[in-house]
Each structure stands twice: as C-alpha cells, then as structure tokens.
C-alpha cells in the first residue's frame, strides 16, 4: 500500500498546532492524550519547519534567477 501525498496546508497546520497547544494547556487531557498531543505537535512542527525551508529555498532560487542577488543567510539578520 502506497501513502498518497497530499498538498501540505501550512496555515492549517499552524491551527492546529495552536489548538491542541491550547487544549494541552487548559490542564484537562489525560496523560494519554496529552502524550498524543504532544506526538502530533511534534509531527505538525515538523511539517511546518520543512514547509518553511522549502519556501525559504525556492525564494533563494527565484532570486538567484534574476541576478543582482546576493544570498541572505537569516539566522544572520537581526530584527
């Protein structure tokens, strides 16, 4: 059986992650669920930093294409 690939939804991801961190927060889940919560925020962040850092890759690219860029390394700039 093949895993059918699915169009990630980053701002839907980002719902729920916020979701079950307030559900974790509110004190009421069992040890269980709060375990699988926690499994799933963890999946859900994961998803989301690969999301990122292909954006983040495929702006570099359209840059890179249109020359006169220089490459920006973010954990470099500061806010």
Do not use: H, P, W
């Amino acid at each position: 059986m093949t895993k059918k690939q699915t169009k990630f939804d980053f701002e839907m991801a980002l719902q729920e992650l916020e979701a079950l961190v307030s559900s974790m927060e509110d004190g009421e889940l069992s040890l269980e669920e709060s375990l699988q919560a926690f499994e799933k925020g963890i999946k859900l962040t994961r998803e989301c930093q690969t999301a990122l850092k292909n954006a983040e890759q495929k702006v570099q690219v359209l840059l890179n294409e249109n020359g006169d860029t220089e490459e920006l390394n973010l954990d470099e700039v500061e806010e």
